[in-house]
């Protein structure tokens, strides 16, 4: 695998055409892409080896809890990347001299360098999922498998609840100051209409969750749901092309997260029957709206598309 320059989302060029550690056939030794690094090593491991593999050095102090959280997840990245990035540790509490060189001061601290450069770097323990997209816009994940993220998302998106539910539920227990797979926990409750636990999960979030577009969007979903027809009704309406039957089928789409799907629905009947409801397309295109929040590019699109029809 390669780095991707974010600039021209071009591989960067590798000076050397040795293979990379842990490339080969049968299971990788994870000390060839964990290393420690100290004032005897740093130079070849985290310099001179970023010329040829990238190299995400993790600044830690024993002391720190942040970097007790932090560590376990990037060695477990680093495992499943199996040598596409070396991940060198550096303890600033025994390695002060190197640290100050590179002016970290706090922990924790994580910097991406490839060839001889920094590329990017965070500064706190960050959630494995946001880590994950944060180094995928430079490194290409492992194939072979989807992460249980992925995997959770994938069964929600499939209706399968039961598996997503569970997925995560295991989330939640690995990641329990990530606070979206809460939100993501209850958004599969919502479809499986246990409505009730969906709100008590978000009632307990930190209010820059429960209160987030996230956070909102699932909270609307649920009083989309609970006006909604049930699946057993709405088929009862396929026959139907009324004002009433299109009206009911958008809301289920809404309530069902098939956001474009509803709002495609709802606007086309603003356009065919605005009397409906005392306008009711109209109103419940702005609570969608309101849920999406104002910055969604769907939010945006069909914001846009009814003004035109109103004006």
């Not at 479809?191 to 008590?200: I, N, P």
């Not at 979903?221 to 396929?238: K, Y």
């Not at 065919?272 to 699109?301: C, E, M, N, W």
């Amino acid at each position: 695998m390669q780095i991707v320059d974010p600039k021209t989302g071009e591989p960067m060029p590798s000076p050397q055409s040795g293979g990379q550690p842990g490339t080969s056939g049968g299971s990788a030794d994870t000390s060839q892409f964990i290393v420690d690094v100290d004032i005897s090593n740093f130079q070849q491991v985290v310099l001179e080896g970023s010329m040829q593999t990238p190299v995400l050095l993790q600044s830690f102090s024993p002391a720190s809890e942040a970097c007790k959280t932090l560590m376990p997840v990037l060695e477990k990245i680093a495992g499943e990347y199996q040598g596409a990035f070396v991940l060198a540790r550096l303890n600033i509490d025994e390695q002060q001299q190197i640290a100050a060189q590179l002016g970290i001061h706090s922990t924790p601290d994580v910097k991406l360098i490839a060839q001889g450069q920094l590329y990017d770097q965070f500064q706190s323990a960050l959630p494995e999922r946001q880590i994950r997209e944060w180094l995928g816009k430079y490194i290409e994940a492992p194939a072979g498998g989807q992460s249980v993220d992925e995997q959770a998302r994938a069964a929600l998106e499939a209706g399968d609840t039961a598996t997503a539910r569970e997925l995560f539920s295991q989330l939640i227990e690995d990641n329990p100051n990530d606070h979206e797979y809460r939100i993501d926990y209850a958004a599969v409750l919502t479809r499986e209409g246990e409505y009730d636990q969906a709100l008590s999960i978000l009632d307990a979030l930190p209010p820059e969750y429960r209160d987030g577009v996230k956070g909102r969007g699932v909270r609307a979903r649920i009083d989309f749901a609970r006006e909604a027809l049930s699946d057993e009704e709405i088929d009862a309406l396929s026959s139907r092309d009324d004002s009433e039957a299109q009206f009911q089928r958008a809301l289920r789409a809404v309530a069902d997260g098939h956001y474009e799907q509803g709002l495609e629905g709802l606007l086309a009947l603003m356009k065919r029957d605005r009397d409906y409801g005392d306008d009711a397309a109209r109103k419940t295109l702005i609570r969608v709206f309101d849920a999406l929040g104002s910055d969604h590019p769907l939010t945006v699109t069909y914001r846009r598309r009814m003004f035109t029809l109103l004006y």
